[in-house]
């Protein structure tokens, strides 16, 4: 556990001083802590105990202090392995009442890898700032009702802190009693409310030990000098004054408190054990959100290459001219060996995801010089201009077919590679190049060499977007640069010509108007904006979802209806056709999921 | 002694949190939050640890015996205690404990020292003064720096162990030191007063009441009131007290007697003692009709009548000025009306005490009239 356990002691004389400190420590080096069980100390051990004690700030050499062994643990002195290595400083000239142990103990948890060790004070000052703060608050500050008691207090910024008062009995402190408490440090406000049922009831036994013995010693002192008890009667103001100089003595250690020399030992392995059972109480697990409908399509592409039939270099195929007859891609059929094949032309997009945004295009092996000035959509936009793009990518998100005839290959790779992020991943399936025209069912995005000839079914009924990039002169090519800076000049040399033979309702689906916003929006980086885009995909893919299930588990439904579900889901007019086209990028496990249900109904 | 050096991020100060938590069982734990510092001005009880800070709080405030003080545990943290029996003694009392330096940027010393009205310094004369005294000339400093009005008073405290010599040898030495070390730190302007006490006698009443009554803005107006009643009705001497803390909180101009003062704390402990035994109610019969005479056999007596619950006239007048009790009676109807009308100004402009003179001094002057007439009439 990430938490340190420390006494703390108001002293008469000093105020609220930290008496004793447990906490865990990660070994920087893995695995020098093989062998040393029982205690005896090995030879890599040894070491990190003597550079632990380097970096202790208590200073004289404990007298040899035997060790005690744990379960799993053993205690060793720090002392024997620090000699002269550490410099006499001697910072405050302490009562012996604050003072507890000189150097400290150490113990390894050999299985988890972990130091415990217990000083006086915390040696790293950051900590020791925080954990005298605590130690104040806790006894100087912070009032619990009934003066003893768990009590919970702190900040994010300077930890937050689990503590526990307790008196102990001493005769001779005034009102007879001294003011400890036991500080459970942590950074993880969480996870500390929660181990609270654990941790108070440890703190209390531990607590309870320590007054039974004082209580014990006080009984014994009591019995061999009665008058200090009944000092009321002897109570003159000049009696007291007399005896004044007497009871001036320092506070007694909380060793001669309890009558027990091994009482600090008694505490580390106290707290040492507190810390380890109440880490292994709770784990924290990571809990992420459900996995993105992208990311469960990435996952089943993942496993059809895994089950992989054909292992192709997919860049080099992609390169190169694709067999003429694809099969069919369809999505729900995804075990057929061609249908496989096909996934890998598209999975080639889908490993890159990452690097997506940042540059798609400069992750795929493109020779430097020729890296095309397209790598987000950004850049998308600044070439066509607004009325263009707004026009193509309508055409793109409600699933027309993008035709794009630019003899660059290059440019038509990252063309498409920008306007991916606009679909939903089940949606896009590419073919960066072909020689021939490739059905609407094959592919919505389709690159292709500017002359070639669109059948005439197409031109006549298909819904479908041709765009031609025609560079303006030879010139420009060389001064092909990917530098931002002379980006607008490379969109330049270019022309777009988009032929749409379609009319294009007048508005925009609600979730691309969103999407052009982020796109203007300057104060937006490419990295918010991408995830933005992840989000509104996300939020209408659910939509489509529910419009899914809507069609397919009820059976016949009326157009009425239709129109109250879209009403509900917050979708117009406008976003049918977006709906309909993303309906299709569902993953299989989802459908199959839905129709599978509907069927049982 | 101090800690904190190499302490840098601020954390809440000892006075910041919800009010609901209280402050232990002695509490009044009546703290409103709305308090404005105005309102109830803070006297803080600093020293050295061990010097008598939580038990002179005890015995004034808690009516602790002096002798039950030497049980007390050292004090950890902050105790305020909250005065506010009437309207004109309205005060909080903070304890602070000597083992902590609150000038330390962990704490918050704006808002400790910010609203403080006093500065109590209390010094144990039985001790070895010299730590003490740089500690109170740290601490005048720097509080000082941070609320320049503050009135700072030094309780030479446990002087009951000393002979009568040795004290006023003591207070010397003190006040000659602590000036020095003032005068050296350049700040000459400062005031101190000093004060002996002990809480074996009444001398830390009085000095307290002292220390009260400098908080108190309506002090001229009451010793004038008081001054007018005592030269019409024949008294020798009259206190006002608040009867909890039995501190005055007024007096007229005449020198304060230390045995005058000492008989009338024994009067209030007698009346109060009487009313809660024999009292028809059971938190004491005392109210603001209450009233007793004691005669004494040096021919003198002691005369007390209630202005309001927490609020009592004392005073101390020969036996034969007393022959004409109905007068006085009258004097000091006249008298708690004035005083009425006091606390009503206060009310209506709490926050304008030049108004609340003004207003004040008017009731007086109709005082004086009544009783120069009833003079007049009786003679």
Redesign the interface.
């Known amino acids: 556990m990430n938490a340190i356990i420390s006494l703390c002691h ?8 930290i008496l004793f400190c447990t906490q865990t420590l990660r070994p920087q080096e893995p695995g020098d802590s093989e062998g040393d069980e029982n205690g005896a100390v090995s030879a890599a051990p040894r070491e990190r105990v003597a550079s632990l004690s380097e970096r202790l700030k208590s200073v004289s050499l404990a007298q040899g202090c035997a060790s005690t062994t744990g379960e799993s643990t053993s205690t060793t002195n720090i002392a024997s392995a620090s000699h002269a290595s550490v410099p006499k400083v001697i910072p405050k000239v302490l009562c012996e009442g604050c003072k507890s142990v000189k150097t400290g103990y150490v113990s390894h948890d050999e299985e988890a890898h972990l130091s415990y060790i217990s000083t006086q004070q915390p040696h790293i ?1 950051q900590i ?3 954990m ?2 605590a130690c ?2 806790s ?5 619990c ?1 009934g ?1 003893e008691g768990p009590i919970f207090y702190g900040d994010d ?2 930890g937050n802190v689990l503590s526990h008062t307790f008196h102990i009995p001493d005769i001779q ?5 001294r ?1 400890y408490s036991i500080v459970v440090f942590m950074m993880d406000r969480i996870y500390l409310l929660n181990s609270w049922p654990f941790l108070v009831p440890q703190l209390q036994t531990t607590i309870e030990i320590l007054r039974k013995k004082a209580q014990k010693v006080m009984d014994e002192e009591v019995d061999k000098m009665p008058q200090a008890v009944n ?2 009667s002897s ?1 003159e ?2 009696n ?2 007399k005896k ?1 100089g007497v009871n001036n003595k320092p506070a007694r250690s909380l060793e001669e408190l309890t009558g027990d020399k091994d009482i600090f030992k008694m505490l580390h392995v106290a707290f040492v054990w507190t810390l380890k059972a109440c880490g292994s109480r709770l784990t924290e697990t990571l809990l992420e959100g459900p996995p993105t409908e992208d990311s469960i399509i990435d996952m089943e592409n993942q496993e059809e290459t895994e089950e992989g039939f054909i292992k192709i270099n997919t860049k080099k195929i992609l390169e190169e001219a694709r067999p003429s007859s694809t099969p069919a891609e369809d999505l729900q059929s995804p075990t057929s060996q061609s249908d496989s094949y096909h996934n890998t032309f598209r999975k080639v997009p889908l490993t890159d995801t990452e690097t997506e945004a940042e540059g798609a295009a400069a992750s795929e092996p493109i020779p430097e010089e020729e890296k095309p000035p397209i790598r987000i959509l950004r850049h998308v936009m600044k070439m066509l201009g607004n009325e263009k793009f707004r026009i193509l990518t309508q055409h793109v998100v409600i699933g027309d077919q993008i035709i794009v005839c630019c003899p660059d290959k290059d440019l038509v790779r990252s063309f498409f590679n920008a306007l991916k992020v606009l679909l939903p991943r089940g949606c896009c399936s590419i073919i960066y190049h072909s020689d021939f025209y490739e059905e609407s069912w094959k592919c919505n995005f389709l690159g292709q060499k500017p002359d070639t000839v669109l059948p005439d079914h197409l031109v006549s009924a298909e819904r479908f977007l041709l765009v031609e990039i025609v560079p303006l002169s030879e010139q420009t090519f060389n001064s092909l640069d990917s530098d931002l800076s002379d980006m607008d000049e490379d969109f330049k040399s270019y022309e777009f010509r988009i032929i749409n033979p379609v009319p294009l309702s007048e508005r925009m689906p609600t979730v691309l108007a969103k999407m052009h916003l982020a796109l203007r929006n300057e104060n937006l980086t490419e990295k918010v904006a991408e995830q933005f885009f992840v989000c509104l995909k996300e939020e209408w893919m659910n939509k489509v979802k529910v419009l899914f299930k809507f069609t397919k588990a009820g059976g016949g439904r009326s157009e009425d209806e239709t129109l109250k579900l879209l009403q509900v889901v917050g979708a117009r007019e406008e976003d049918k056709p977006l709906l309909k086209f993303w309906m299709t990028g569902l993953s299989v496990q989802y459908r199959t999921h839905i129709l599978a249900s509907s069927k049982q109904r | ?1 101090s ?2 050096d ?4 601020g ?4 006075g910041s ?1 919800p009010k609901g ?4 069982p002695d509490d009044t734990e009546t703290e409103q939050p709305a308090d404005s510092p105005e309102d109830k001005p803070r006297i803080l009880l600093m020293g050295l ?2 010097s008598g800070k939580s038990s002179i709080q005890k015995v004034v405030f808690h009516k602790v015996s ?2 039950e003080t ?5 004090t ?3 105790v305020k205690d909250d005065i506010s029996n009437s309207s004109f003694v309205q005060f909080q009392v903070w304890d602070i ?1 000597g ?2 330096d609150f000038f330390d940027p ?1 704490f918050d010393s704006d808002m400790i020292f910010g609203g403080c009205g006093a500065l109590i310094f209390v010094i144990d004369a ?1 001790d070895d003064y010299i730590e003490a005294l740089a500690r109170l000339q740290m601490a005048v400093t720097r509080a000082y720096k941070i609320n320049p009005n503050i009135k700072f008073e030094v309780f030479i405290h446990k002087v ?2 000393l002979s009568d010599d040795n004290k006023i040898e003591t207070q010397r030495d003190i006040h000659q030191r602590s000036t020095d070390d003032l005068a050296e730190a350049g700040m000459e302007t400062v005031h101190l007063s000093f004060h002996l006490t002990s809480i ?1 006698d009444h001398s830390i009443f009085e000095a307290f009441s002292k220390v009260v009554q400098k908080l108190i803005p309506q002090l001229p107006t009451l010793e004038n009131l008081l001054n007018i009643l005592i030269s019409n009705s024949g008294i020798e001497k009259a206190f006002l007290f608040d009867v909890m803390s039995k501190i005055y909180i007024a007096t007229d101009s005449s020198p304060v007697d230390m045995q005058c003062y000492e008989l009338c704390c024994d009067m209030i402990d007698v009346v109060m003692d009487m009313s809660s035994i024999y009292g028809a109610r059971d938190d004491g019969a005392f109210d603001g009709n209450s009233s007793s005479i004691i005669k004494l056999n040096t021919n003198n007596v002691l005369y007390m009548r209630e202005v309001n619950r927490h609020l009592a006239l004392v005073c101390i007048l020969r036996e034969d000025s007393f022959d004409r009790q109905g007068l006085i009676d009258y004097n000091f109807m006249c008298f708690k009306k004035a005083i009425q009308q006091v606390f009503d100004v206060r009310k209506q402009v709490a926050s304008t005490n030049n108004s609340d003179g003004r207003a004040a001094m008017a009731t007086s002057h109709n005082l004086l009239h009544h009783n120069g007439s009833v003079e007049g009439a009786a003679s």
């Open positions: 108001f002293c008469e004389v000093h105020g609220p001083k000052p020791f700032t925080r005298r703060q104040i608050r006894l100087s500050c912070e009032v009702p003066q910024q300077n402190a005034r009102g007879r009693q003011l000092r009321t109570l103001p000049r007291f004054l004044k | 002694m800690y904190g190499d302490e840098n991020g954390f809440a100060v000892a949190f938590f209280g402050y232990g640890r061990r002096p002798n030497l049980f007390l545990e050292s950890n943290k902050i404990p083992q902590i962990t039985q009951d162990g074996y």
